[in-house]
């Protein structure tokens, strides 16, 4: 299983970005993708999350509103769209994948993709 993500740079406070998440070696309807993220010197953050289908996804509240989460599954692809970008959004934004939805700990991780915003 190979999951990379790609999509981050660096974005003025306001702006967005779209993260991608572009799976391989697994069946991929079968699996829940998530986001988390990893600030420095914090610990790492569930951010988001999609059901295998799409029909569910998870925010969390912490970036509720400026976050969503969306998938293509005839891509092997999901989506972090993040808008109205903050400071505080820095961090290495990871996708991981599990047969079980909002896992908090999944089984595969891609290698991460760095976002950070300046003020």
């Known amino acids: 299983v190979q999951l990379q993500a790609s999509g981050g740079g660096l974005v003025q406070a306001g702006g967005s970005l779209r993260l991608s998440c572009a799976a391989s070696g697994l069946t991929f309807n079968n699996y829940a993708i998530s986001w988390f993220r990893q600030a420095p010197g914090k610990e790492r953050e569930f951010v988001a999350g999609?059901?295998?289908?799409?029909?569910?996804?998870y925010i969390s509240a912490s970036v509720k509103g400026r976050f969503t989460v969306s998938r293509d599954n005839s891509k092997n692809t999901v989506y972090l769209q993040m808008n109205s970008l903050q400071p505080e959004d820095t961090a290495v934004y990871y996708c991981?994948?599990?047969?079980?939805?909002?896992?908090?700990?999944?089984?595969?991780w891609g290698q991460g993709t760095l976002v950070t915003v300046s003020s």
């Open positions: 999609i059901s295998g289908s799409g029909y569910s996804t």
């Open positions: 991981a994948a599990d047969r079980k939805f909002a896992a908090s700990n999944p089984d595969y």
